[in-house]
């Protein structure tokens, strides 16, 4: 079965399709993750498409192409595909890619919460500059007040985790994320969750939605 996953950043879509990969050995992949398998080295190649990846010169062709080579080769099945799709275009060049190994979308979960929530869970967010170790005023919070726990260095908070932008992005998320359920839901193929309960408890509705 393979699995599509779409939700704001905060709703945990991630955290879910890792309890997957555990229970089920379901593979989990991003677009950003086969970038990165892409371009992780030294060589000069490697080089260029890092640069060029990081001026955003990568467009759809060129990603959901590598996509289907991945498809083809990997011999991928049981896939949680999460952030593959983010624009309504893209539901349809990820199926191209998998129609033409074989394969389909057989579910799509959305996780859904309120942007007021998910405000509340970005905005806490906060790490170590030094030691890279994230935390969260509400969900992990340091033991002393503003200091890594390992490290003992003064945390910051990501430029983009102030409010206004995290606002920014959630409009942005919902004016593709409408259309590309609709999409899905239009094939039966949709199961929408309330990504507000604890970790635990959306594991269990996600089995039960998923039959499994
Ligand atoms: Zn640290």
Do not use: W
Not at 76 to 88: E, K, M, T
Not at 97 to 105: I, P, R
Not at 133 to 160: M, Q, V, W
Request: aromatic share 8%; with cysteine; hydrophobic share 35%.
């Amino acid at each position: 079965m393979n699995l599509v996953f779409l939700g704001a950043s905060g709703s945990g879509k991630d955290t879910q399709a890792e309890l997957l990969v555990k229970q089920f050995g379901y593979t989990r992949l991003s677009t950003g993750d086969l970038l990165r398998m892409l371009t992780h080295g030294e060589s000069e190649m490697q080089k260029i498409i890092k640069l060029a990846m990081n001026d955003g010169f990568l467009n759809d062709s060129f990603v959901y192409g590598l996509l289907e080579i991945y498809f083809k080769y990997s011999k991928l099945n049981n896939a949680i595909l999460s952030g593959v799709v983010r624009s309504v275009n893209q539901v349809e060049l990820l199926d191209i890619a998998l129609k033409k190994n074989g394969m389909t979308v057989d579910k799509a979960v959305y996780f859904e919460l309120s942007d007021a929530e998910a405000i509340k869970r970005l905005s806490g967010r906060r790490y170590c500059p030094n030691c890279k170790e994230n935390y969260h005023k509400e969900f992990k919070p340091e033991k002393i007040e503003g200091k890594c726990d390992f490290c003992n260095s003064l945390l910051a908070t990501r430029e983009d985790d102030n409010p206004e932008s995290i606002k920014k992005r959630l409009t942005d998320f919902h004016k593709e994320n409408d259309l590309i359920i609709e999409k899905y839901k239009n094939r039966g193929i949709l199961e929408v969750i309330d990504a507000s309960p604890s970790i635990e408890e959306i594991y269990k509705i996600l089995l039960l939605k998923l039959g499994l």
